[in-house]
């Protein structure tokens, strides 16, 4: 079973920048690629995509952190990560990473309840 760790959240300030990290561990499946994506959720908020990479190169955003972030993945350190430039307060929100087994290569999903493998998130607040 996978595991997957946050890191990197914080306190900032409007304009700043933080990268957030996923740190995957345990035995993933070698019948499946693995499809990852940061999700968020603000106070009285639903939890909202952010952004998500499939095991091949097909990426997909959100249109709110559209030009603004930038998500990667390091196969080699199992880790994927989310670079996030010009912080809104907006952006405040605990940020979680996901994962999800498919059979494609390049198959992007945008709903939360589409992943079963959550991080325990990480928080990141942007002061104005």
């Known amino acids: 079973q996978v595991q997957l760790a946050e890191s990197g959240g914080g306190l900032v300030q409007a304009g700043a920048s933080l990268r957030l990290s996923c740190a995957a561990s345990?035995?993933?499946?070698?019948?499946?690629?693995?499809?990852m994506a940061w999700f968020r959720q603000a106070p009285g908020k639903e939890r909202e995509f952010v952004a998500a990479m499939s095991s091949g190169t097909t990426i997909d955003y959100a249109d709110s952190v559209k030009g603004r972030f930038t998500i990667s993945r390091d196969n080699a350190k199992n880790t994927l990560y989310l670079q996030m430039n010009s912080l809104k307060p907006e952006d405040t929100a605990v940020y979680s990473c996901t994962a999800k087994r498919t059979h494609f290569a390049d198959r992007i999903y945008r709903k939360f309840n589409d992943y079963a493998i959550w991080g325990q998130g990480t928080q990141v607040t942007v002061s104005s």
């Open positions: 345990g035995r993933g499946s070698t019948n499946y690629m693995y499809t």
